[in-house]
């Protein structure tokens, strides 16, 4: 692959939309080459101050107010010219089913969605250690980029040494760790970044063997549990299904970190 | 609720509301940052999308149950350069890609490594100088974080017409904020 190759690949790169092979060869390339890299650099550096919360402009509160959910406010948005005049009871009456079906139907979906995801404890307390650690001050005990400095701070406070990896290569930077409790006993937590969203990736000794990877989706986090090597893992984030199986997948990619860190 | 629902027969139009209150409306947010940097400025965007939101209510039974937000994305798009009165997106295509703006690299100057040190407000003025197709194509990348899929969808383009454009967006952005040097370093301070 040439330099000149590289320059609409690279931003497919860094957008994690390359084919693993393709991926493969412009790693490669990103290694051998030191001006591709400092572009490389450069870019991934204008990626992160895009994404700054700063940016997006979210809707007023004019606009949303107009459109809020409330049956009668939607309909009385409706274009007047574009709906024949009903007679008000039946607006009445759609309104009532309206309502009648937003009261009903999701408490319906999240009744049997929440019996479901219950019956497994772990999955339940992930999601509540996900959501503690992003309140205030309680996400990170050890602040590091450095996988070299994140995995020694475990040593002596967890009965096991935690594998660590950065996987800002792949997109998910590594931003500290943070000791944890899960299913009774203390687990290390890694604590991994998809441009604004946090992913939290618990692990701890496995009793069991290898048990295939499950996946969960609740209150709109995604928690995908698996067993790999003697450890548990449990990975939760708010990002894309997709996204945090990226991540997983990258996790378990032991081959996968090429050397280079260029956002650094 | 039984009683409610034996005295009212599921009207479709009920359900169409309720459906497109749960699909449509959370989107909310994403219509009007995409129409707020097509127009750069408050009053239009919420124009923009007050419209288009019309439009999706009009249009909601074609909407056949893909992703909400990029069908939704799309009819802004479709808006804002209708309104707007803009040369159809396909004249801009067409000019855009040709050689006439070769990618220009001239690899990593030394001001390149102060991006990190630009604010929101330099980094807000050097998006809204970039033209449409290139400043579309970066808000749906990285503000909407969408997949080149998607925003080949919203934008009715091919796939490797977005990624070129999208390198070529990126370039223009890092020119823009290296090129002018006196503002990098006056927000440096």
């Not at chain 1, 107010?65 to 009903?86: D, F, G, H, I």
């Not at chain 1, 995604?222 to 894309?240: L, Q």
């Not at chain 2, 909601?60 to 997106?89: E, Q």
């Amino acid at each position: 692959m040439t330099c000149d190759d590289t320059r609409l690949l690279m931003h497919a790169y860094l957008d994690d939309e390359l084919d693993a092979a393709q991926s493969a060869v412009m790693a490669r390339h990103l290694q051998e080459c030191t001006s591709c890299t400092a572009n490389y650099g450069v870019y991934s550096r204008l990626r992160k101050a895009l994404a700054q919360p700063g940016l997006y402009h979210r809707a007023p509160d004019a606009l949303r107010e107009r459109w809020s959910p409330a049956p009668s406010a939607a309909q009385a948005t409706l274009p007047a010219s574009s709906q024949p005049r009903r007679a008000p009871l039946a607006y009445a009456m759609a309104a009532g089913f309206a309502g009648a079906l937003l009261l009903t139907s999701p408490a319906w979906i999240t009744a049997l969605q929440q019996r479901g995801a219950d019956s497994n404890p772990v999955v339940a307390e992930a999601i509540s250690s996900h959501i503690r650690s992003l309140q205030a001050q309680h996400l990170m005990d050890v602040v590091s980029t450095d996988q070299h400095t994140v995995k020694p701070w475990f040593e002596g406070k967890l009965d096991f040494s935690p594998r660590v990896k950065d996987l800002v290569s792949e997109g998910f930077p590594l931003i500290g760790g943070r000791l944890d409790a899960i299913d009774g006993r203390s687990v290390a937590a890694l604590i991994y970044k998809r441009h604004l969203h946090v992913i939290n990736l618990y692990q701890w000794p496995a009793d069991s063997a290898a048990t295939a990877q499950a996946e969960v989706q609740r209150h709109g986090y995604t928690v995908i549990r698996w067993t790999a090597e003697g450890m548990r893992y449990v990975a939760i984030s708010d990002v894309s299904a997709g996204d945090l199986k990226q991540f997983v997948l990258a996790f378990q990619n032991d081959a996968g970190t090429p050397a280079v860190n260029p956002s650094r | 609720m039984p009683v409610d629902l034996h005295v009212i027969p599921p009207s479709p139009d009920s359900v169409r509301s309720a459906r497109f209150e749960a699909l449509v409306l959370p989107c909310l947010d994403a219509a009007y940052n995409l129409a707020r940097w097509l127009a750069r400025n408050d009053a239009d965007a919420q124009d923009v999308v007050q419209e288009a939101m019309l439009r999706a209510l009009r249009y909601f039974d074609s909407f056949h149950g893909n992703d909400a937000r990029v069908w939704l994305l799309a009819i802004v798009r479709n808006t804002y350069y209708t309104l707007c009165m803009k040369t159809p997106p396909d004249n801009l295509r067409e000019s855009l890609d040709e050689d006439a703006h070769p990618l220009i690299d001239q690899g990593p100057s030394p001001e390149a490594l102060t991006l990190l040190a630009v604010d929101v407000g330099t980094l807000q003025l050097a998006l809204e100088r970039l033209p449409p197709p290139l400043r579309e194509v970066l808000v749906l990348r990285e503000l909407e974080e969408c997949s080149y899929k998607e925003i080949a969808a919203i934008t009715e383009q091919k796939i490797g017409t977005v990624m070129s454009r999208l390198a070529r967006a990126r370039e223009r952005l890092k020119t823009e904020l290296t090129c002018r040097p006196k503002e990098v370093r006056r927000h440096d301070l």
